[in-house]
């Protein structure tokens, strides 16, 4: 858009500019920041017009973005005009995910590049590389409190270390992608260290309190992230003899976006692993960017217009770059990290699907899909050019941050509903096969979220302890079947490392005392590798689920009706047990594919005349495209096996393609 004030600003910038930097072709970098300027000095000024130094600011960004171009290597430019071109190609049922934890998997970077042919066997062409930034050595929640967002641990490697595997990746068509830790620093952060001895200018880098005044306001509306580990959300400092905002762990300081030297900062950092190779870089807990007085400080509209500019300037310098919102909040809310656009994301093109997820793990502990129904139903309609991050488990706790209007719908009272998951998972209720951990246990607020490994939150680790061999088949069979959701609901499915051999929950963490407090070490694991090798062994559980998932995955790469362009439709049907839907690519209607699962111990009927209205299902045979086989029907209903699921296609329809 044409915009008077901003175009003579972008006029004077760009005249300076010329002064200063190199001459090298800038045709790209113009005709997008010509595109974009408008939105950037618009957001830019409603965030920090009210300064002084408004202008100064705004010429510093400008500059570091043509800095950024420069230095963006002239083969990922060519990757960026390719996507521009195909600039859907995110929502092709090509892609599936897998995130790790590069030392649990594979050592070190130079491990990992030797690993790739394993993902490669198992159909994997998108890595999630966990936080490997430079870190404390010890707590560090994991990689997320990060002491210089510029250079890889040593632990993990070098900055040529990540040339060489992106490139690796790229040959081998697979993406990267990497964290950016937005919302906090390490306290061991040059910035806070600088803080701490005094500094003015990095003091405001942070939120810094002389008194207990204004946290205190805070501390009235927002809630505790971890209560057992950090209560509160403010730190005594004694070198600054202030109080520091942590919301997160104490020495995880939140950065103070209402500084407009911070989002530069954070601009350039994207912008500096966007031009290293990462293909997708995941924003972690976007959510709570913006803090304010009076509320949760989360999901505050400031938080979506900073997303909104950092897409914005990324999109001048990088354009075939994709954001990660992981924003685990209430499904309404999640939508809107996409942007509030008509149609194309406006911040970040791919949300995690923490409803789904938790609503997948409502139906294993109910055995029914009454909730998952409900939930689904009520997720609202997202934007074109956007999609999901499906997932059954990450490195996180498992939140039950389902709608409680939805919780009521399914006629259950939210807070015992609760509870029973809570003791589901944990074991505690009679008759659960669960091995979870509570996580995140608030006194105060009675809340509480799970920890635990796939494998042993399913049954698996019960069922091999006792030597049983039927819950042993139950609990493989519904491992599959939660990533047979993933994989089909519509969205890029990310598989947790370990989860392709069944890998249990693992307690060596409380051996550190630097670990032991947080019980989300249970589940992320150590690959044993001499374990992994079972699955080149005909009937064991690797085996089983390893080459499940690797089949699961090949006939999604090859089933268009998967890609996903909001082309689902949920199909109510009487039995609670099941959970069904409808997919359907636009162009080739009668490739639909219908994904039905049953969430229940005993087997259950699907009615295929509860579905009749839906021509293509009404004739001919029906295959289970995972097996190419017919289910058994009887009576005109397709019978489901307990925890099964099929993927079922009109066998004349296919033949016919
Ligand atoms: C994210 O988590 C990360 O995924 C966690 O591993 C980190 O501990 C945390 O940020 C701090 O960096 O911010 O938007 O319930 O789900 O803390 C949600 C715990 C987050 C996590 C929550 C989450």
Redesign the pocket.
Known sequence: MYEQVSHALLNDILDDLSHQVVREDLRHFYTRLGANFYAIHSLFEHLYGHREDFKEQITKLTERLARAYIDRPESLRSIDMEREENHNWFLSQEWTGMALYLDGFAGNLQGLTKRLSYLQELGVNMVHVMPILRCPQGAS??G?AVSDFRNIDPRAGSVDDISELTESMHKRGMLLTLDV?V??TSNEHEWAQKACAGDKTYQDFYYVFPNRDVPDMFEETMPE?FPETAPGNFTWNEEMQKWVMTV?NNY?WDLNYSNPAVFIEMVDIVLFWANHGADVLRL?????LWKKIGTTSQNEREAHLILQLLKDCCQVVAPGVLFIA????APSEIIKYFGEDAVIAKECEIAYNATFMALLWDAVATKNAKLLNQGIKSLPHKLDRATWLNYVRC???I?LGFDDADIRACDYDPYAHRHFLIKWFTGAFEGSPAHGRPF?VNPKTGDA?ISGALASLAGLEAALEANDQEAIDHAVSLILTMHGMIMSFGGIPLIWYGDEIGTLNDSSFLDDASKAGDTRWIHRPRIDWRRAERRLQQGTVEQRLFDGLKRMIAVRQSTPAFADFNNRELVDVSNPHLFVFLRTHPTMQTSSVLAAANFDANPQYLDLDELSHRGIFRYGLLQDIMTGDSPAIFNNRVIIPPFHFYWLANQRARSML
């Not at 992981?326 to 909040?329: K, L």
Request: hydrophobic share 40%; net charge negative; glycine share 12%.
């Open positions: 929640d994991g997320y830790v919302n906090h992230i997160f995880q972690d807990a976007v959510a709570f992981e924003a685990i909040v490195h996180d706790d939140g995140g979220r």
